[in-house]
């Protein structure tokens, strides 16, 4: 009897400890099927949220115009390489005048205010005026030349637009100082000094280099008599009517190199503002070819294409851009590193960008090559 009990006792231990290890084997299992990296987890992992994607990058005036160029191909002749901007849909809506425009109409009015360096300009007209760096006006006591982009408002009142000499030699006129539109525009190394507000000297002596080169003479000094002798008024005609079969309405500028190295670019937010000051630009950019020996042809010679004009432009996406107040309607962007140039915004659109570059600045004058052939 008493072993049977024994017996029993043993039993129940035996199966309570089978129990026991039973049920902790069943727990480590779990614990360990839990975290084996084969198996997935019974509870799926929440995703972790996405970062934010980054803010779109600022698209300033000059940024949303060179969104919208395209570039066609290039068009050459006599070392002038001419590659035309095309916008993909227009960027200004708004309606300007040019200054030739405005002078015909007699529209504006401009005289002397007895500082060289400044003229006053006041516009009676109900539109905007626009004044292109480096145009010249003549009359006064001496003719002047534009020095940034002007956007004169509507029945404005008096204005003072800061200009430089264009005519060293003369300080008197029998017009009371009253001015005209000279339908010319200074040559691009003359208008890169102008924007950069270089000294009045620069512009003088950049003056007397392009007289020497194509071989013009003038009292005064004048830069006027350049573009108007015959001999040089023929050769901007043939540059302009060269040019003038590759102009399509949608043509809002122009990216520009001479002799197979881009050197500038005008482009226009509006397509009918650039048709009236095309002719103009051509032959402020032919200017810097007259007078100078042809590229010689050689092998392989590596030329600018469309995408090296494109690339040009987007360049002032890296420029730094200044913002200042101009003397008339809008703001003045002056843009340095990455490209050099200005621009003229207004409403939020550009109305005009300027990239120059800076090799083609003035610089000091050299003697002539022929004296020293002949010296030799």
Known sequence: MMNDRKLIVTLLLLLAAVCVIVAASTSLGAYIESDYPDKPPTRQPQPLPRPPEPPPRH??????????????????????TIFPVQLTRPVDPAHYITLDEAFS????????????????????????VFAMAGEVLAGGKQNRLIREDVLLPPRSKRIIVPVYCGERGRWQGADDGV???????????????AQSREPQSRIWDDIRENARETGVESKTEDFTAIPNSPKVAKQLSEYRDACRRIWRPRHSGIVVAIRGRIVGADVFGSERLFA?????????????CIGKPLPRRRKRRILPDRHAALRYLRAAYRARQTYSATPGAGTAIALSGAATGRALAFNGNAVHLCLYNTIWRPVPLRPTVEPARRNE
């Open 59 to 80: 698209r300033n005036e000059i940024a949303r115009l060179i969104d919208q160029c395209t570039i066609g191909a290039p068009h050459h002749y006599r070392g002038l």
């Open 105 to 128: 109409r007699r529209l504006i009015d401009v005289t002397e205010t007895g500082v060289v360096a400044q003229l006053a300009v006041r516009n009676h007209s109900r539109e905007y």
């Open 179 to 193: 001015f005209k539109s000279s339908n010319r525009i200074v040559r691009l190394r003359t208008r890169t000094a």
């Open 276 to 288: 009236k000051l095309r002719d103009k630009l051509i032959e402020s950019y032919a200017l810097d």
